[in-house]
Each structure stands twice: as C-alpha cells, then as structure tokens.
C-alpha cells in the first residue's frame, strides 16, 4: 500500500515537471517578486526618509474608515489583485483588533476568489464575453485545464493571481466542491503573511 502511494506521488512529479508546472510556478513568482520589491523599497525610502511605516499605517488608520479599506481590498481581489494583500495586512497591525481585522480579510480574499470562480461560470452563458476571455486568458485556462485544483492552491498561497486562477477554473466548469478545498488554503496564506509581517513590524 505504501509502495502505491509513492509509485503515484512520483507519477504526478513526472506529469508536472514533463508539463511545465515547476517552470509556471518558478517563473510567475519571479514576475511577482519583482512589483513586490518595489513596494518594499517604497515603503523601506518612506519609512527611513519620510515616516515611519507605523506612523504611516497609523495615519491611514485616523484618515480612512475601515469601511472603505475594505471595500477597496475585496474589488481589488475580486478583479485581478491589482493591489497586494500585504499593504493591508501591515494595516491590520494599526488597528484596535489586529487578528480580527486580518480574520476578515482573509475572508474578503476568499470571497473575492469564489466571486471571480462564480463569475467566470456565469459568464460562459453571454457568448461574446465568453469569446473575448476564452482569447484573453486563453493560456490560463489551458493550464487549470493540466493542473487544475494544484494551480488555484498555488494562486492562494504564493504572491500570484489568485482572481485569475478562480476565474480560469469557473470558466472550465472546475467541481465546485474541489475549488473550495484548494480555495480554502487562501486562509493559511493570509496567517502564514500576517505572522511574518506582524513580526517584522514589532
């Protein structure tokens, strides 16, 4: 029984390696990585030359209502993530209940990524949209459809689209009851982050 599992293990290595799963992964964290530095280094000019992060994440904190903070975080990950989760995990640092507020926006990202699944289901049904994101994100889908529920838990915890993989998965139909296995690790991600940042941040 043993034996079978690992035969199967090395099988699905094989798969993903002869498909480029590795390569996909390697190279879109590199993309990734490279907008994240530069927020970084943003951030570390702002901190040294003009404010401290906290006093920054303070005056954020005294200027915009929690309302809009996360009114603006859940479009952000219901499109593309246009903005990373990260800014606004360092902003639950400021608030008055920190792991409450990180609570709810790990549940924002997850509900933005079943939006965008529902929504790339829905709209299969109106035939020139259908048209125009099958061109669009034509090599999304081709690879939810080798790797499906792998690729959205890559999206979920690695600094990579995770609207996108939602998307690509609603469009070819992926089981519900699967996305939301895979979907789910979006949790982990957000307190995995939250812990280093909240250390970083002491």
């Not at 498909?19 to 570390?44: C, E, Q, R």
């Not at 289901?121 to 939810?144: C, F, Q």
């Not at 080798?146 to 890559?154: C, H, T, Y």
């Not at 939602?166 to 139909?173: D, E, Q, R, T």
Request: proline residues 4%; charged residues 15%.
């Amino acid at each position: 029984m043993q034996k079978q599992k690992k035969s199967r293990a090395r099988l699905l290595h094989q798969y993903y390696k002869y498909t480029g799963f590795y390569a996909f992964i390697w190279d879109n964290t590199k993309k990734a990585l490279i907008p994240l530095s530069v927020i970084v280094g943003i951030l570390l000019y702002i901190n040294y030359k003009v404010m401290s992060i906290n006093d920054m994440l303070l005056y954020i904190t005294q200027n915009f209502s929690d309302t809009f903070i996360f009114t603006l975080f859940f479009i952000s990950e219901s499109i593309l993530g246009l903005l990373p989760p990260d800014i606004f995990i360092a902003w639950t640092k400021s608030t008055q209940s920190p792991l409450l507020y990180l609570s709810f926006l790990a549940v924002l990202s997850l509900g933005g990524g079943i939006l965008s699944y529902y929504k790339g289901r829905t709209l299969l049904l109106i035939p020139k949209i259908n048209d125009y994101l099958e061109g669009r994100m034509s090599k999304h889908i081709r690879n939810m459809q080798k790797w499906g529920g792998f690729l959205i838990a890559v999206g979920a915890l690695l600094p990579l689209p995770f609207a996108m993989a939602c998307l690509a998965a609603g469009m070819i139909k992926f089981p519900q009851r699967h996305f939301f296995v895979f979907a789910s690790l979006r949790i982990l991600r957000f307190v995995i982050y939250g812990y280093a940042i909240y250390s970083a941040l002491s």
